[in-house]
């Protein structure tokens, strides 16, 4: 087994184990002690500094909604017509790239107008419903972007790495047993299986619900319990943030070796 199979290894136990614990004993003491909140309350903040945060998050909403509009339109009309020519389009973390920009779109669409609406009324007009929907979806959107964004580096990992490919990574997908050919999909649905099962005890209610929370993010997660938390989500960045730390690392240690190499048979 290859270093790069028992890193891949342990990031995908590392995940399911967050799952699976999270689900199984959520019940943890509350160490913030979040007391329930009054969906009444008005935040209290400068005008300057409200019309500074709301023109900050529509400029982010507008370039991310077209930005990543393109990116959805861009991949897929490359990949088709000058595929052929540029075999690196077809490697399957591109596909990996698009699904990413796919969920930064739907945060964009769904995420931002909320929160510019929370920071522009500073009150709930939301239906309890609606309410409970928003904070869960954005949450859940939010999860599965962070997960992605840590796949991209394990499955770029691995094409690097990967010593059946003989430094040609443009091999590596007809023989990845995580990424490879239309197990790619089910790499894209394994990422927002993993953020539903992060969120599964604030979904349920074991944990907390979700409602206006008289904050800055407006319809979100409440600690209904007072003395228990998800610590799901904690775990859930931890993993994401070790892993493309230690992926991306052994991927630039890899190309530093090659680098070394050519030089030495250069001087040869």
Known sequence: MEVIDVLTAVYL?????????T???PMYVNYWNIDDHNSSEIIELSDTFVVGMVANQIVIMVIGTFGNLLTLIAIPYVRMKYGSQLSILQLNALILIFHLSFCDLLYCVVGFPHLIQAYWNRTNI???NVCYFLGMFRNLVAYADFNNIAVIACCVARQ???????????????HDPIFGGKKIYLACLGIWLTSFA???????????QFGWTSSAYGCDNINTTNKCSNV?????????????????????????????????IHIL
Do not use: Q
């Open 13 to 21: 136990l590392s995940l399911v184990s967050m799952g699976i614990v």
């Open 23 to 25: 689900n199984v004993r």
């Open 126 to 128: 939301y239906d309890p």
């Open 160 to 174: 690097s790495l990967c010593r059946k490919c003989a430094g040609n990574s443009l091999k590596h997908d007809k």
């Open 198 to 208: 992060a969120l599964l005890p604030d979904i349920i209610g074991t944990t907390g």
């Open 232 to 264: 799901g989500p904690f775990f859930n960045h931890i993993i994401n943030l070790c892993a493309v730390v230690v992926f991306y690392s052994a991927y630039i240690i890899n190309m530093m070796k090659i680098r070394n190499n050519v030089k030495k």
